[in-house]
C-alpha cells in the first residue's frame, strides 16, 4: 500500500513538474512573440517611410517634366487627386 502511494505521489509531481516547464516555455515563446512583433512593426515603419520618400522623389521629378504626362501617370498610379 506504501508503494503505491509513493508511486502516485511520484506521478503526481512528475505532472506538476511538467505543466510547469510547458508554462515556462509558453512565456518564453511570448516574449519572443511580443519581441518579433517589435521588431516587424519598426521595419514596416521603415519600409513606409522610405516608400513614401521615393513617391516624393518621383513626383518631384515628374514635376520638372514640361508635358506633364509623366506627373498625370504617376498621379494615376499612386491615386493621389491633391498633386
Known amino acids: 500500500m506504501k508503494m503505491k502511494h509513493r508511486f502516485i505521489q511520484f506521478f503526481a ?13 509558453q512565456k518564453y515563446g511570448i ?5 518579433d512583433n517589435a521588431a516587424l512593426r519598426e521595419e ?3 519600409l513606409t517611410s522610405r516608400m513614401n520618400r ?4 518621383l513626383l518631384a ?3 520638372i517634366e514640361p508635358t506633364g504626362a509623366f506627373a498625370a501617370r504617376l498621379r494615376i498610379l499612386f491615386g493621389d487627386d491633391s498633386v
Do not use: D, P, V, Y
Open 13 to 25: 509531481m512528475t505532472g506538476i513538474l511538467m505543466l510547469s516547464c510547458r508554462s515556462l516555455g
Open 31 to 35: 516574449h519572443n512573440l511580443t519581441e
Open 44 to 46: 514596416q515603419e521603415g
Open 54 to 57: 521615393i513617391k516624393e522623389a
Open 61 to 63: 521629378e515628374a514635376a
